[in-house]
């Protein structure tokens, strides 16, 4: 166990915090590497969840709200690099969306670091790793989102 990892287990067991996190991938690149994670048996804090899209371009908005509206304390959108989408720009418009979406959280009370959109290929497990646990401590150093519905 890492360093890491055990000092985000004391600070759980400190608060009981364990952020839900939705993860939303594409198909081509960075689902493959949070698939070759998984069978390479890397240590990935267990507290995320994969939702997988074609393309990191086709995850609107609303997608993004509505997890935070149904008790996610962080979402992560996950796609190609620039220049290797399968779409050929769809991660131009998923930056673009991110961008404006950072902007926007907090008149809704949502702190933009909530949000984080990451570059990750099909041969990229261990980044894939790396960024899930490390928004993960990010996101238990922020506390639960409380949502006023």
């Known amino acids: 166990m890492t360093d890491t990892v ?19 991938c594409c198909n ?15 240590k990935i804090n267990p507290n995320f969840r994969v ?3 074609m393309c990191s371009g086709r995850v609107e908005p609303t997608f993004v709200l509505h997890a935070f509206a149904k008790g ?9 690099h620039p220049g290797d989408c399968h779409y050929s720009t769809g991660n131009y418009k998923a930056r673009r969306r991110t961008m404006l979406l950072k ?7 949502i702190e933009p670091e909530r949000l984080r959109l990451e570059w990750i290929s099909a041969s990229e497990g261990t980044k894939f790793r790396n960024q899930v646990n ?6 238990t150093a922020l506390g ?6």
Not at 28 to 42: I, V
Not at 72 to 80: E, K, L
Not at 144 to 149: E, I, T, W
Request: include cysteine; charge should be positive; proline fraction near 5%.
């Open 51 to 53: 939702i997988r899209t």
């Open 144 to 149: 639960p989102l409380h949502n006023h519905n």
């Open 6 to 24: 055990k000092e985000k287990t004391a600070k759980e067991t400190k608060t009981g915090f364990k952020p839900k996190i939705i993860v939303f």
């Open 72 to 80: 996610a304390d962080g979402v992560m959108i996950a796609g190609c």
């Open 28 to 42: 081509w690149c960075s689902y493959t590497g949070a698939d070759l994670a998984g069978t390479s048996r890397l």
């Open 103 to 109: 902007k926007t959280l907090p008149q809704l009370g």
């Open 134 to 139: 490390e928004f993960i401590d990010e996101v």
